[in-house]
């Protein structure tokens, strides 16, 4: 299968990271630089303790830096929330908005999913909006009704498609070393395209559409040459730049 025309390789450090690990925001602008990263765009969604730093060390490199959530509000009352505005006034591009683990953590609801990414294309950020379903919903068989249902409430109708992004991440498959099938995600992926292309004025197939959920080098060839997938999120193999590297450079 062919590779989408412009992927994207995105890491996502949750909860992880401290000055001392900027070392390898750097290896990755290096590589970058070099030549050595592999033909798709990449970016890291950091910590926010970190964006402001790293943002300066990648000045001038295409590496893009992002945040891992915003508030829905511009500014005000909302004690350790941040604006999507403070991210991009930080240095960041991108956002992660309605990961699962913040839909668990934090009762996200698609509602409010959305109003984030809303929010986030305001302030100039491309979204990047996650869903999935649970292991019991696949057990189920519930997976595309629960896709579907994610797409239609988290995608704001006012979308533009070449500044978001939409995340696949299968739950189950978050952090587990558990992935589905590629004909299940081929399954997802196509379903989300056409889902996006008859939502959205503005059309969604040219909405890019990542995997994410145990990407790692040694599944990643398999995973982002599959059709609808245009590039992956990666979560625990993006702490390192090596690593993340070796996802990387599976775009020749
Ligand atoms: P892992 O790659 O660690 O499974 O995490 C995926 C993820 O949640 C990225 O947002």
Redesign the pocket.
């Known amino acids: 299968m062919a590779f989408s025309s412009r992927p994207i390789v995105i890491g996502?450090w949750?909860m992880n990271g401290l000055a001392a690990s900027l070392d390898q925001v750097e290896a990755v602008r290096d590589a970058i630089a070099k030549g050595q990263a592999g033909r798709c765009e990449t970016g890291l969604?950091l910590p926010a303790t970190l964006i402001a730093a790293a943002a300066a060390r990648v000045e001038g490199s295409r590496l893009m830096i992002g945040g891992q959530d915003c508030h829905v509000a511009s500014h005000g009352a909302h004690t350790g929330d941040i604006a999507a505005a403070m991210l991009k006034d930080a240095g960041a591009t991108l956002v992660?908005v309605g990961?699962?683990?913040r839909r668990a953590d934090h009762g996200e609801t698609d509602m409010l999913v959305n109003q984030k990414a809303q929010a986030a294309a305001l302030a100039g950020l491309t979204p990047v909006i996650?869903v999935g379903e649970t292991r019991a919903e696949r057990d189920a068989g519930e997976t595309l009704r629960v896709i579907g249902r994610q797409i239609d409430e988290s995608v704001p109708r006012s979308t533009d498609p070449k500044t978001t992004i939409v995340?696949y991440?299968p739950v189950w498959?978050?952090?587990?070393g558990l992935t589905p099938t590629a004909a299940d995600v081929a399954e997802v992926h196509a379903f989300i395209h056409r889902r996006l292309d008859s939502l959205l004025p503005s059309g969604g197939t040219t909405i890019r559409i990542l995997y994410?959920?145990?990407?790692?080098a040694s599944n990643a060839a398999e995973l982002l040459a599959i059709d609808h997938v245009d590039g992956a999120?990666?979560?625990?193999?993006?702490l390192k730049a090596a690593d993340l590297l070796g996802i990387t450079s599976v775009y020749r």
Do not use: Q, Y
Not at 173 to 176: D, N, P, R, S, V
């Open positions: 996502n949750k969604c992660i990961h699962s683990e996650c995340a991440e498959a978050i952090g587990t994410g959920g145990s990407v790692k999120l990666v979560g625990g193999a993006s």
